[in-house]
């Protein structure tokens, strides 16, 4: 018999239950914690922004595949019997004024935070060795987010949000 995840292929006395190292463990509980820290801080950047094509990014890309990928993590943990972490509020709203954030400042954070899952999908994907398809997933957000970046790049050149690098000579 062949086990690939929780399908079954061919014939055995019994089947084993799906099986976690400690380390993939680890990341998935880090992954989904940090997804959830991002859709919280997506949020506030969504309720502060004024510009109306970033506030469509943020909605886009952020906050619907953080969500998105914060539900297949949950379930990975559901799976594995893992407890899950404490998910944040469904919503954070805009109560005052007092809080000075400019579209371009949370740009930055975007995308330096882009920049960060970029690096930590890979280490996943190349940390996890035995579980396919916990790889595959991990794989596929990297992709995700190699994407998203790649389009973060093109709008803050179109706004003239990245600072070009100086010339060598």
Known sequence: MVQVGNVHIGKADKTKEPTLSILEAGLLWDALVARYSCIEETQIYYNYAKDVEFKAIISKIGLNLLEKQARQIEKQ??????????????????????????????????????????????????????????????????????SIFNNLCKYAKLKGWIEPAPNYN
């Open 77 to 146: 943990l559901e799976i594995y019997k893992i407890p899950l972490p404490q998910r944040p509020p469904k919503t954070v709203s805009r109560e005052d004024d007092s809080m000075i954030l400019s579209d371009r400042f949370m740009f930055t954070k975007i995308f330096e935070g882009c920049q960060t899952f970029i690096d930590y999908m890979a280490y996943c994907t190349r940390s996890i060795i035995t579980n396919d398809p916990l790889r595959q997933m991990f794989a596929d957000f990297l992709k995700e987010e190699i």
